[in-house]
């Protein structure tokens, strides 16, 4: 197991699944102690015990982002379980139904709204003065290729995730004093919904997947959960305020 967080205090959300889960992993691996959060116990217990396996700390904690109160006890179990925070993966996303513009309605605004951008504000909000206390901390966000686009059909979806990008780049500038970095990945990732979509589009999917250099979709683990662990580690500490693009070169920008 890799050590150069060691010492450190790690918070995913969304830890039950997908890339919560690799990413939980991977800061475990590199030495970490993790707690992951998520709205499915059975998913925590079984992440849980993966990080355990290979010889870490993790404890779980039952919520939902989009409620204040459910993140201040993830906050608040991070303390109490190892005594602060260092290291914030705001990573939890509910999804819901593509729509097109002029079919998208409150119900849909607030699955991905609530979850997303408003979780992320509630998360970084709870976690500001405990990674403060520890003389500062890293906080990683996430935004998406498709959000920057502006791919059809998936309006909520880029509201949210652009919405994430501008808070981060003001928490950037308003905590930098603190220091507290807050950084943001836009990954190309085989999730849960990308995997959907290469089975129900087979043909979109293979158009999409002809737009990426790379040629590949990464992979969670090996592609996505190394690099976030990476912007936890001292190697990065100069660096805030900036979009990550791990999308195999989609988006290549001058």
């Given at each position: 197991m890799a050590a150069?967080?060691?010492?450190?205090?790690?918070?995913?959300?969304?830890?039950?699944?997908?890339?919560?889960?690799?990413?939980?992993?991977?800061?475990?691996?590199?030495?970490?102690?993790?707690?992951?959060?998520?709205?499915?116990?059975?998913k925590l217990?079984?992440?849980?015990?993966?990080?355990e396996a290979i010889g870490a700390k993790v404890a779980t904690v039952t919520g939902d982002v989009a409620v204040r109160s459910d993140v201040e006890r993830m906050i608040a179990a991070a303390v109490e379980h190892f005594g602060g925070l260092d290291i914030l993966v705001n990573n939890a996303?509910?999804?819901?139904?593509?729509?097109?513009?002029?079919?998208?309605?409150?119900?849909?605004?607030?699955?991905?709204?609530?979850?997303?951008?408003?979780?992320?504000?509630?998360?970084?909000q709870a976690a500001h003065p405990v990674l403060a206390a520890r003389g500062g901390g890293c906080i990683i966000n996430f935004g998406s290729s498709t959000a920057i686009t502006g791919d059809p059909t998936f309006g909520a979806y880029v509201m949210t995730k652009e919405a994430i990008r501008g808070l981060s780049r003001v928490a950037a500038r308003e905590w930098g004093r603190d220091n507290i970095r807050v950084n943001v990945i836009c990954?190309?990732?085989?999730?849960?919904?990308?995997?959907?979509?290469?089975?129900?589009?087979?043909?979109?999917?293979?158009?999409?997947?002809?737009?990426?250099?790379?040629?590949?979709?990464?992979d969670e683990s090996a592609d996505i959960a190394g690099a976030v662990a990476s912007l936890c580690g001292d190697d990065w500490s100069y660096l805030t305020g900036a979009t990550l693009m791990l999308d195999g070169g989609r988006l290549l920008f001058p």
């Open positions: 150069e967080l060691n010492g450190k205090i790690a918070l995913v959300t969304g830890g039950g699944q997908g890339l919560g889960r690799a990413v939980a992993l991977e800061l475990a691996r590199r030495g970490a102690d993790v707690v992951i959060s998520g709205r499915t116990e059975s217990i079984a992440v849980a015990a993966e990080i996303q509910a999804m819901g139904g593509q729509k097109k513009l002029l079919d998208l309605d409150d119900e849909a605004l607030e699955t991905y709204f609530g979850s997303g951008a408003r979780g992320s504000l509630y998360c970084m990954p190309a990732a085989l999730t849960k919904s990308a995997e959907t979509f290469r089975d129900n589009h087979p043909e979109a999917y293979g158009a999409m997947l002809k737009t990426v250099p790379l040629r590949r979709m990464g």
